[in-house]
């Protein structure tokens, strides 16, 4: 079981472009989940996906969107990148409460 | 809105001895709590969990304490280890909604 895998693992952006993270669940996991974690900051909840539909949402703007595919699989998106959006993303993966968490994505906007 | 808050950025602590990583919330709808191990260039990685149901919750050398009336709960490492050296967050969930804290960065030296 590879457990929670995302690509790409860096990325460098320069602002106003548009980027797209990808994210596999754990095998057998439904449910995925997308954190922004700052530097020196604990993640930040982003939106949670199940069943190919976004189930809960937290304090984002609507440039950063998301999608689910019917074997699980997700995608973020984020458009028109501020320098702020430099951040590790993390993607988890659950059944329950417990999440599983890949390595992330570390996001870096010029 | 910080409503899991870890007040100690970091904490060093000798081999063999304990470490006490604490953490509050405001949110009294969390029913679930959860601590998460983070090394570098790794994803955060489930440790231990507590239900609201209950106040101590016990695995080997890592027992997490819940408070509830206090809104306070803390994690216990007996021995520390150097391999324990990691950033420790403290989470709580209600249904889907899950926070975490910013994080305490645990040294243990030999």
């Known amino acids: 079981d590879a457990g929670v895998t995302q690509s790409p693992t860096h990325l460098i952006k320069t602002r106003g472009q548009q980027v797209t993270l990808r994210c596999s669940p754990k095998?057998?996991?439904?449910?995925v989940s997308w954190y922004q974690q700052a530097l020196g900051q604990g993640p930040q909840f982003i939106f949670q996906?199940?069943?190919?539909?976004?189930?809960q949402r937290g304090n984002f703007p609507d440039r950063f969107s998301g999608h689910q595919f019917p074997n699980y699989s997700s995608e973020l998106n984020v458009n028109a990148l501020l320098l702020g959006d430099s951040a590790l993303y993390l993607c988890?993966?659950?059944?329950?409460?417990?999440?599983?968490f890949g390595p992330g994505t570390r996001l870096t906007v010029l | 809105d910080q409503q899991v808050k870890q007040n100690s950025p970091s904490l060093s602590v000798q081999e063999g001895r304990i470490s006490i990583l604490n953490c509050d919330y405001t949110n009294s709808m969390f029913d679930y709590f959860l601590w998460y191990k983070k090394y570098p260039a790794e994803g955060p990685t489930f440790l231990i969990s507590?239900?609201?149901?209950?106040d101590k919750n016990e695995d080997g050398r890592f027992t997490v304490f819940l408070n509830k009336s206090a809104k306070h709960l803390s994690l216990h490492i007996v021995p520390s280890q150097p391999g324990d050296s990691a950033v420790y967050f403290c989470a709580a969930s209600f249904r889907d909604d899950m926070r975490f804290g910013a994080g305490t960065r645990l040294t243990v030296k030999p």
């Open positions: 095998s057998g996991h439904d449910t």
């Open positions: 988890a993966s659950s059944l329950a409460y417990e999440q599983f």
């Open positions: 507590i239900s609201s149901i209950k």
């Open positions: 996906y199940y069943e190919e539909e976004e189930r």
